[in-house]
């Protein structure tokens, strides 16, 4: 379905553009084979991925790591709701704190299991019900 891949090639999009600027401010090795491989397949990794790679690259721990990628997440889908709904900046902003009051629970169970997991069923039935839009107003 279009909106699958089309989600999938802005993830591997920007995750290629992070890793891309992460390692020209602050090269790193481990980094430069990730971007052969992407350059060699002409597909860059995931955004989770790549943010997980730039943190890795930083010594920035697991947990710390999931709670700063659920923030930009967040963050982003609260900016993108006040550009394109009817809600005002307080009540968009008590919308995200709410929010993110839950992320260090949600941090927490994610890196108690044995092996991570990415099972968005719910997800993709939402972009394959609108599977024709003609354009898209944000990548992220």
Known sequence: MRPSAAVR??????????????????????????????????????????????????????????AGFAYTRLVSTTSAALRLMRIGQTDAHAALAKALGRVPMVVEAMTARTRPESFTPAMDIAAMAQQYPHSRLFRS
């Open 9 to 66: 090639r802005s993830s591997r999009a920007m995750g290629l553009r992070l890793i891309t600027t992460w390692s020209t401010l602050y090269p790193d090795g481990r980094l430069n084979r990730l971007l052969d491989l992407a350059r060699l397949r002409s597909l860059g990794p995931a955004l989770p991925v790549a943010f997980g790679c730039a943190c890795a690259s930083a010594g920035v721990g697991m947990r710390e790591t999931g």
